[in-house]
């Protein structure tokens, strides 16, 4: 199991007008609102790799960031802040994607949200196949195969198709992170949405009222995991989010 998230805490330091938080190469990354600047090159060593730069999004997926407003991302699989401990393959880079329809509906749960001075923090959307596989190939590795037979893991996901994400709330004002009593992808039981009480559950069943209200399906099982509801013809696909 890995340790208990630590981007929770790296985000209540988040500046209220930074968009984008996450690790890259270990290193905390925080961009402001306004254009994006590709990372300045910080040495000439050619055994160091440059960060990662994202790839363009293929035919049947879009750019999250380009679709829903205010949103934060906080990639866990494009970190070792995950339960596997590394980055996921083809998450070489911080980046959302997802189908058209599911983004749209995610741009209106954001909209609804930010009247109440709310914002989306996206842990994970599309998710290349490699990654599955490589999530797979972990629970055989660690003896943990029963993550699977309980759902935590799944071996063909919406997250392939684009029509799945994984989400949690912020302040928008500060960017403080809403505690929804567990942290994203934690295999407790405490994950189960109704499983915990008090402000934490209101939170939980805000979210999910909004994202059902939007066209999402919950996962009683993991608060954060929503499916675009609606039956969509959408390939598997395996295109990595970093340019390689
Ligand atoms: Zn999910």
């Known amino acids: 199991m890995r340790p208990a998230l630590a981007l929770g805490a790296l985000l209540g330091c988040a500046a209220p007008d930074a968009d984008v938080v996450g690790t890259d190469a270990g290193t905390t990354v925080r961009r402001e609102l306004g254009p ?44 070792a802040d995950n339960f596997t401990g590394a980055v996921l393959p083809g998450y070489g880079a911080t980046a959302a994607w997802l189908h058209p329809a599911a983004a749209d509906g995610l741009a209106a749960v954001a909209r609804e949200l930010a009247d109440d001075g709310l914002g989306l923090l996206v842990y994970d959307a599309y998710r290349p196949k490699r990654a599955t596989a490589a999530m797979l190939a972990w629970t055989r590795a660690t003896g943990r195969e029963d993550l699977v037979r309980d759902g935590f893991i799944a071996s063909r996901s919406q997250h392939n198709r684009g029509l799945a994400v994984d989400v949690g709330l912020v302040e928008l004002a500060t960017g403080r992170t809403i505690d929804m009593g567990g942290a994203w992808d934690s295999f407790t039981p405490q994950s189960a949405t109704f499983a915990v009480d008090g402000e934490p559950r209101a939170h939980r069943v805000r979210l999910r009222e909004t994202m059902v209200r939007h066209g999402f399906r919950p996962h009683d099982g993991e608060w954060w995991h929503f499916a675009w509801a609606t039956t969509v013809d959408a390939p598997v696909l395996d295109v990595p989010y970093a340019r390689e």
């Not at 990662?52 to 999004?57: G, T, W």
């Not at 997926?61 to 934060?72: G, I, K, N, Q, S």
């Open 36 to 79: 994006v600047e590709p990372p300045a090159p910080t040495h000439r060593d050619p055994a160091i790799a440059p960060p990662a730069s994202v790839n363009v999004p293929p035919p049947g997926l879009v750019d999250v960031r380009a679709f829903v407003p205010h949103v934060r991302l906080a990639i866990g699989y494009a970190t």
